[in-house]
């Protein structure tokens, strides 16, 4: 089972509960929180009980969030992966970076990854993905991925448009 996962400029990997405090940095920023449902991480503990259900779904699933790493420097810079959302019945396609990361085209090349990791090893069917239809900078993510608007209805409370990426390649039984 693949753990992780190298791009030109980052590396991808499952997250350990040592990366709390660096990531209790972008999960406790109001403005990289702003378009998620949940709203910032509060504390220190909100981040490590986060952590701790990405790592028991890496555990569950063999995928999660992941932590992406500057592959130059190791610094951590933001997450990226799959979650199952059970209570909607589907596999959530997710990104966020750290503010001082944003605008160099890093999400785009995380979310291409974990894309072509989605089905070309996972062999999963489809992803599903939702953004806040002010959250241009993600529409735009996952409009160039070839997601394609399903609707719009609130997600976990969040006024959300709903997308879909089919597998081009389904692997036939
Ligand atoms: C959304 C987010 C991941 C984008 O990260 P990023 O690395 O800055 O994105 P990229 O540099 O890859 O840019 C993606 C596209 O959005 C565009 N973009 C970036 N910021 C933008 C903004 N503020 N407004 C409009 N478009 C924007 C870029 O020009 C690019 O478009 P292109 O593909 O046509 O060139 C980042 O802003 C973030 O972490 N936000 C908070 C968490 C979040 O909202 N995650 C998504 C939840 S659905």
């Keep these: ?5 190298q ?3 980052l590396i991808l990997r499952p997250f350990v509960p040592a990366d709390a405090p660096e990531a209790h940095a972008w999960f406790a920023d109001p403005e990289v929180m702003r378009f998620t449902p949940t709203g910032p991480d509060r504390d ?5 009980r986060r952590l701790a259900r990405f790592i028991d779904h890496q555990g569950a699933h063999g ?13 951590p810079l933001g997450d990226a ?13 997710g990104y966020r970076l750290a503010h001082h ?7 785009t090349e ?3 990854a974990w894309r072509r990791l989605a089905f070309d090893e996972f062999h999963l069917d489809s992803l599903t993905a939702f953004a806040h239809p002010g959250n241009s900078a993600s529409l735009r993510i996952l409009a160039r991925l070839g997601f394609l608007e399903q609707r719009r209805a609130p997600v976990l409370g969040m006024d959300s448009i709903i997308f879909l990426l089919r597998n081009p390649n ?4």
């Design 170 to 173: 389904p692997r036939s039984i």
């Design 81 to 93: 992966g799959l979650m199952h959302l059970p209570e909607y019945g589907w596999i959530d396609f």
């Design 1 to 5: 089972m693949r753990t992780t996962l």
């Design 101 to 107: 990361a944003w605008g160099r085209g890093l999400a």
């Design 63 to 75: 995928f999660s969030r992941w932590i992406l790493l500057n592959r130059a420097t190791g610094q």
């Design 44 to 48: 220190l503990d909100q981040t490590v």
């Design 7 to 9: 791009t030109p400029r």
């Design 110 to 112: 995380a979310a291409s």
